[in-house]
């Protein structure tokens, strides 16, 4: 099982609103490291979505939006787009694990 | 703008070792900001990280894999390899090579992923 726990599926209609979480513990979340979010369209690497909890990489959409606070994150996504319809990961860093990068377990969210 | 490519065999044998190259184009592996990692995903299933390498050759594995895992590096080559023995079919998935960045720790940038299938 990962160690950031991430709700498996989630759906919205075009142009609401969805969150998707992200938690983790004191190792981790918990502990300041950063959180990362990444989206993973069929049969594609995953591209960079959200990074230092709350930044957008140049070309991501203003829809997307982070947050963190204690052991949780969060990834918002307004104005739901057809497009949107992909696999969801957030990332961070573990200090328990010798110093592991730890993933999600994955939310596909599904436009409806 | 780092472009990284993964290279090897596609089929290994059960009990063998999984070999896989990564290189880096539009950067230098040396870069003292930049870990160079090693990133799987089964079929239908989450990413899971394997290891990191610095260019000066220090390492941190996934404990679940570090008895089975190497990762070393070739800066002359602006290379980075993966070798996981002793392999099973679970270890069929696809592998990414990939950029941590230094300090957050953030995967930047990835390759397109190579699948690996352990079959006899």
């Known amino acids: 099982h990962s160690v950031l726990t991430q709700p498996p599926s989630l759906s919205g209609a075009p142009g609401q609103r969805v969150t998707i979480s992200c938690t983790g513990n004191?190792?981790?979340?918990?502990?300041?490291?950063?959180v990362h979010w990444y989206q993973q369209l069929p049969g594609a690497a995953p591209t960079l979505l959200i990074y230092g909890n709350v930044n957008r990489p140049s070309g991501v959409p203003g829809r997307f939006s982070g947050s963190k606070s204690g052991t949780s994150a969060s990834l918002a996504i307004t104005g739901l787009q057809a497009e949107d319809e992909a696999d969801y990961y957030c990332q961070s860093y573990d200090s328990s694990l010798s110093g592991s990068t730890v993933f999600g377990g994955g939310t596909k969210l599904t436009v409806l | 703008q780092v472009q990284l490519q993964e290279s090897g065999p596609g089929l290994v044998k059960p009990s063998q070792t999984l070999s896989l190259t990564c290189t880096v184009s539009g950067g230098s592996i040396s870069s003292g900001s930049s870990y160079w990692s090693w990133i799987r995903q089964h079929p239908g299933k989450a990413l899971e990280w394997i290891g990191r390498i610095f260019y000066s050759g220090n390492t941190n594995y996934s404990p679940s894999l570090k008895s089975r895992l190497t990762i070393s590096v070739d800066t002359s080559r602006n290379q980075f390899s993966l070798k996981l023995r002793s392999v099973t079919a679970a270890d069929t998935a696809v592998y990414y090579c990939?950029?941590?960045?230094?300090?957050?720790?953030?995967?930047?940038?990835w390759g397109q992923g190579s699948l690996v299938t352990v079959s006899s």
């Open positions: 004191s190792s981790n979340i918990g502990a300041g490291y950063d």
């Open positions: 990939a950029r941590e960045r230094g300090g957050s720790m953030v995967v930047d940038y």
